[in-house]
């Protein structure tokens, strides 16, 4: 049983068609949550729009009104971050009730790039620039990771879909915004129009890295390792200034 996260935007529409699609294939169930944030006029028409398309394809709908306003002045913390800690304790919550051992996000290629992009401007390390990883923690799922905008926005007319369009993606009134609507397009008109191509290839580059570098950590630890217990781990000094600085 998958628990899948839709807002009623392409994104999560194309998502849900497709894992309805493909079901009886895959021998799976399915349940959408979803959760209004209560922070534009329209959310209350899109909480209608996902809760009847999935009582049109008898799919067991959750929802959530969550006054996420109220919630980031409570925790000092910005809508986007008390918006997403909601979500993903709604779908946890969901998961739970349901005894599903996946939860799928509609995450996407423009997503990834996105991230990876954003993390390389703050300085991240080389972890960062993994961006949106498949699937995390052997729970987390991204089915449509792979795929760009442009084609989920086709695939949304071929299918007469429907999706909501969230306005605020275009108020360019936060760093993933001015990222998506300013850095990215002029970045593909001036210097690489298969840029989010690009972003994605060295996002599965650095992946690729980041597990090799753990295989090879833990096999220098194990090999440096003296003594560990609950209060202390004890590492050949003279070994471990050897290593390389990575």
């Known amino acids: 049983t998958i628990v899948i996260g839709v807002s009623g935007g392409p994104d999560s529409m194309t998502l849900l068609n497709v894992l309805y699609s493909l079901k009886e294939v895959l021998k799976i169930n399915i349940v959408v949550a979803h959760i209004n944030?209560?922070?534009?006029?329209?959310?209350?028409?899109?909480?209608?729009?996902?809760?009847?398309?999935?009582?049109?394809?008898?799919?067991?709908?959750?929802?959530?009104?969550?006054?996420?306003n109220n919630i980031s002045k409570q925790k000092k913390v910005s809508t986007e971050l008390a918006g997403r800690e909601e979500r993903y304790n709604f779908f946890e919550y969901v998961a739970k009730k349901v005894g599903a051992t996946k939860i799928a996000t509609a995450h996407t290629a423009n997503d990834n790039a996105e991230?990876?992009?954003?993390?390389?401007?703050?300085?991240?390390?080389?972890?960062?620039?993994?961006?949106?990883?498949?699937?995390?923690?052997?729970?987390?799922?991204?089915p449509i990771i792979e795929i760009e905008r442009n084609e989920i926005e086709e695939y949304c007319l071929k299918n007469n879909l429907n999706a909501r369009i969230d306005k605020t993606n275009f108020v360019?009134?936060?760093?993933?915004?001015?990222?998506?609507?300013?850095?990215?397009?002029?970045?593909?008109?001036?210097f690489n129009p298969n840029f989010i191509e690009t972003m994605n290839r060295l996002s599965?580059?650095?992946?690729?890295?980041?597990?090799?570098?753990?295989?090879?950590?833990?096999?220098?630890?194990?090999?440096?390792?003296?003594?560990?217990?609950?209060?202390?781990?004890?590492?050949?000094?003279?070994?471990?200034?050897k290593l390389e600085i990575a």
């Not at 080389?126 to 498949?134: M, Y």
């Not at 360019?172 to 001036?190: G, L, S």
């Not at 599965?204 to 090879?216: G, P, Q, R, T, Y």
Request: hydrophobic residues 35%.
């Open 115 to 142: 991230t990876v992009l954003m993390n390389l401007m703050r300085g991240s390390s080389t972890s960062g620039l993994k961006g949106i990883e498949a699937i995390r923690d052997e729970r987390y799922i991204r």
């Open 37 to 68: 944030h209560m922070l534009r006029k329209e959310a209350d028409s899109e909480t209608e729009y996902v809760q009847k398309f999935c009582e049109n394809i008898n799919i067991e709908c959750f929802v959530k009104r969550a006054d996420i």
């Open 172 to 190: 360019n009134d936060c760093t993933r915004n001015k990222i998506r609507n300013i850095a990215i397009p002029y970045i593909k008109d001036e």
């Open 204 to 241: 599965d580059l650095i992946i690729e890295e980041d597990d090799f570098m753990k295989k090879i950590t833990e096999d220098t630890y194990k090999r440096i390792k003296l003594e560990e217990n609950k209060n202390e781990i004890i590492l050949n000094l003279k070994e471990f200034n």
